[in-house]
């Protein structure tokens, strides 16, 4: 039996509802803490849901987990085995509110970070939407310039005795031996990235692939401040929850999806076990800003870490916000910069071998 277990478990880590999952595992929650926090039992709510819901996703949802509940497991247990549809850091959080049996405040809370993380997922893509359509419609411009317009004005030019500029040489050569050599670069890219894929799944290259994300200019510190954002949120959480701050730190280190902030909160943590308060435990491995350190300190010494753990979110929110809309000013216009001046490059190019040719036109 329990062989067949772990080979269930096993073939339920491949995700079942793709990348619409998400979205279709908050909607469900979202109904059953409506019928949970109103007094039914999670079971009972589950088979409620399974019996009335009409929509197909929803409905397999409510199958796969009231079979679950059914034969004997947890909430949280059922939920891990539909990864696409509920995330680690969920499943982590309703395991502990399952532990104390506040499992209704606990779904509430969960609804709530998701809701807000997809908004934030939701305005970094917005973001970057525009700056990305900029880019290509220049390249397209470029593109059908080069390709198109280009050898056809060289045609013409030199019918009338005259040939292109240095410029307009240089593109037309420059864009014939991008095309030779394009699927030789496009190969050694592949092998460079393989590589890289390769060396990124060993410990040390987690470790360096980490920090050289963390190090990427703008999207960097989007990144760092996002992984503090869903620590500091889960830790308030779940001590709101009443969970040990012991337990409250492993369940939050098995959520963290950096491995350099990971394996510096693991240190963390061990540290706090053998006596270290969270404040110094985590200035020692550099977790967290000062001034949130601070507020750290002066809540575990007033008994109200969840209150300052929640200002500590709050903050990580609000400069999040800050460098996303500072990511989006950079990024829009340098987009829309380089756009401009491929174009004019082009176009310059062109007018004046026009030029160029006209003035040599006797008539």
Same mark, same amino acid.
């Given at each position: 039996?329990?062989?067949?277990?772990?080979?269930? /478990?096993?073939?339920?880590?491949?995700? !079942?509802?793709?990348?619409?999952?998400?979205?279709?595992?908050?909607?469900?929650?979202?109904?059953?803490?409506?019928?949970?926090?109103?007094?039914?039992?999670? &079971?009972?709510?589950?088979?409620?849901?399974?019996?009335? +819901?009409?929509?197909?996703?929803?409905?397999?949802?409510?199958?796969?987990?009231? @079979?679950?509940?059914? /034969?004997?497991?947890?909430?949280?247990?059922?939920?891990?085995?539909?990864?696409?549809?509920?995330?680690?850091?969920?499943?982590?959080?309703?395991?502990?509110?399952?532990?104390?049996? $506040?499992?209704?405040?606990?779904?509430?809370?969960?609804?709530?970070?998701?809701?807000?993380?997809?908004?934030?997922?939701?305005?970094?893509?917005?973001?970057? &939407?525009?700056?990305?359509?900029?880019?290509? #419609?220049?390249?397209?411009?470029?593109?059908?310039?080069?390709?198109?317009? !280009?050898?056809?004005?060289?045609?013409?030019?030199?019918?009338?005795?005259?040939?292109?500029?240095?410029?307009?040489? !240089?593109l037309i050569n420059g864009s014939a031996f991008l095309?030779?050599?394009?699927?030789?670069?496009?190969?050694?890219?592949?092998?460079?990235?393989?590589?890289?894929?390769?060396?990124?799944?060993?410990?040390?290259?987690?470790?360096?692939?980490?920090?050289?994300?963390?190090?990427?200019?703008?999207?960097?510190?989007?990144?760092?401040?996002?992984?503090?954002?869903?620590? &500091?949120?889960?830790?308030?959480? +779940?001590?709101?929850?009443?969970?040990?701050?012991? /337990?409250?730190?492993?369940?939050?280190?098995?959520?963290?999806?950096? /491995?350099?902030?990971?394996?510096?909160?693991h240190l963390a943590r061990i540290a706090v076990t053998?006596?270290?308060?969270?404040?110094?435990?985590?200035?020692?491995?550099?977790?967290?800003?000062?001034?949130?350190?601070?507020?750290?300190?002066?809540?575990?010494?007033?008994? $109200?870490?969840?209150?300052?753990?929640?200002?500590? &979110?709050?903050?990580?929110?609000?400069?999040?916000?800050?460098?996303? @809309?500072?990511?989006?000013?950079? #990024?829009?216009?340098?987009?829309?910069?380089?756009?401009?001046?491929? #174009?004019?490059?082009?176009?310059?190019?062109?007018?004046?071998?026009?030029?160029?040719?006209? @003035?040599?036109?006797?008539?």
């Amino acid at each position: 039996p329990t062989t067949a277990a772990t080979s269930g /478990e096993a073939k339920t880590k491949k995700p !079942l509802f793709g990348k619409s999952g998400e979205q279709a595992g908050l909607a469900f929650l979202k109904r059953l803490h409506e019928l949970h926090s109103s007094g039914m039992p999670v &079971a009972d709510s589950v088979k409620l849901l399974n019996q009335r +819901l009409s929509d197909p996703v929803q409905k397999q949802i409510a199958t796969t987990l009231w @079979k679950e509940l059914s /034969e004997g497991r947890n909430l949280a247990r059922a939920m891990r085995r539909m990864p696409g549809i509920f995330g680690a850091s969920s499943t982590y959080v309703v395991e502990a509110g399952e532990a104390t049996g $506040n499992v209704a405040p606990i779904l509430a809370k969960i609804i709530a970070h998701l809701e807000e993380s997809r908004a934030i997922r939701k305005k970094v893509m917005a973001s970057m &939407a525009y700056p990305a359509f900029i880019c290509c #419609v220049a390249f397209g411009v470029v593109i059908f310039f080069l390709l198109y317009l !280009l050898p056809q004005i060289q045609d013409m030019l030199e019918s009338l005795g005259g040939e292109m500029n240095f410029g307009a040489k !240089l593109l037309i050569n420059g864009s014939a031996f991008l095309i030779k050599i394009g699927p030789f670069l496009i190969v050694a890219m592949g092998i460079v990235g393989f590589g890289f894929y390769q060396w990124g799944h060993t410990d040390k290259g987690k470790v360096q692939l980490s920090k050289a994300i963390l190090r990427i200019p703008l999207i960097g510190k989007i990144l760092y401040y996002s992984g503090l954002f869903q620590i &500091a949120s889960l830790m308030e959480t +779940l001590v709101s929850s009443g969970i040990g701050l012991t /337990e409250n730190l492993r369940l939050v280190e098995r959520t963290i999806g950096n /491995e350099n902030m990971r394996r510096n909160f693991h240190l963390a943590r061990i540290a706090v076990t053998e006596g270290k308060s969270l404040p110094d435990a985590f200035r020692q491995y550099k977790l967290m800003p000062i001034m949130q350190l601070d507020i750290l300190d002066i809540g575990e010494k007033t008994g $109200n870490l969840d209150h300052s753990l929640g200002e500590i &979110a709050n903050a990580y929110r609000n400069e999040l916000s800050r460098r996303i @809309k500072r990511m989006t000013n950079v #990024v829009s216009g340098g987009a829309l910069g380089f756009a401009f001046a491929l #174009v004019a490059l082009v176009a310059v190019s062109i007018v004046t071998s026009i030029f160029q040719v006209s @003035k040599s036109i006797s008539f």
